[in-house]
């Protein structure tokens, strides 16, 4: 059996480091909210529709409807036939997938945040790794340490956007970029 390509492996590591990086930006000793399963359907850039698990948390809007999966698709450079839908997240907040599972994918997750839960989450991520990124949302940044992963503070929100290209760092955090730039109007 051939070995996973080592930027693979990486790629997956960045998108494990996203999702623990999404559970903490909530801040805090509190608790979130129980998850409200609710059937959704997500649909396939080609258009088919797909049976998927939906997750309501009061309060936070639904990811998976800030852009379409055809806008996901073509911004991020992911493959034809994508699939989409939302994910379980343990952060109190909502996430949505497209291509989970396979090497180029995204994951676009809300969460509602305060300015300070936000600070204080950019704040355990070392200075000399976080680079502003002005004129996106009321404040946003990226790190070298997560390549692809965009956190976007709005209106009470911290929109975190993780692309992986399995093949390319560099076009992962522009792609990422471009998709926050696309989402963040809606939230």
């Given amino acids: 059996m051939p070995s996973p390509r080592p930027a693979t492996i990486v790629a997956i590591a960045a998108l494990a480091l996203t999702v623990s990086a999404t559970s903490s930006a909530c801040g805090g000793d509190?608790?979130?909210?129980?998850?409200?399963p609710v059937a959704t359907g997500s649909t396939s850039a080609g258009g088919a529709t797909a049976s998927a698990q939906g997750f309501v948390v009061p309060g936070v809007p639904d990811p998976c409807a800030l852009l379409s999966a055809d806008q996901v698709v073509q911004?991020?450079?992911?493959?034809?036939?994508?699939?989409?839908?939302?994910?379980?997240?343990?952060?109190?907040?909502?996430?949505?997938?497209?291509?989970?599972?396979?090497?180029?994918?995204?994951?676009?997750?809300?969460?509602?945040v305060t300015k300070s839960g936000f600070d204080a989450f950019r704040a355990t991520i070392p200075a000399g790794t976080v680079t502003a990124i002005p004129n996106l949302g009321d404040e946003a940044?990226?790190?070298?340490?997560?390549?692809?992963?965009i956190d976007v503070y709005k209106h009470g929100?911290?929109?975190n956007?993780?692309?992986i290209h399995a093949d390319s760092y560099a076009?992962?955090?522009?792609?990422?970029?471009?998709?926050?730039?696309?989402?963040?109007?809606?939230v």
Avoid: E, M
Avoid at 96 to 111: E, F, K, M, Q, R
Avoid at 141 to 149: D, E, H
């Fill in 30 to 36: 509190s608790t979130p909210p129980p998850l409200a």
């Fill in 75 to 112: 911004i991020a450079h992911l493959p034809d036939g994508v699939k989409s839908g939302a994910i379980a997240s343990t952060s109190g907040g909502r996430s949505c997938a497209y291509n989970a599972g396979h090497p180029d994918t995204v994951t676009i997750s809300l969460t509602a």
């Fill in 141 to 149: 940044y990226r790190s070298t340490q997560t390549p692809g992963v």
């Fill in 157 to 159: 929100f911290d929109l």
């Fill in 161 to 163: 956007i993780a692309v």
């Fill in 171 to 186: 076009s992962a955090t522009d792609d990422a970029k471009a998709v926050a730039l696309a989402a963040v109007g809606k």
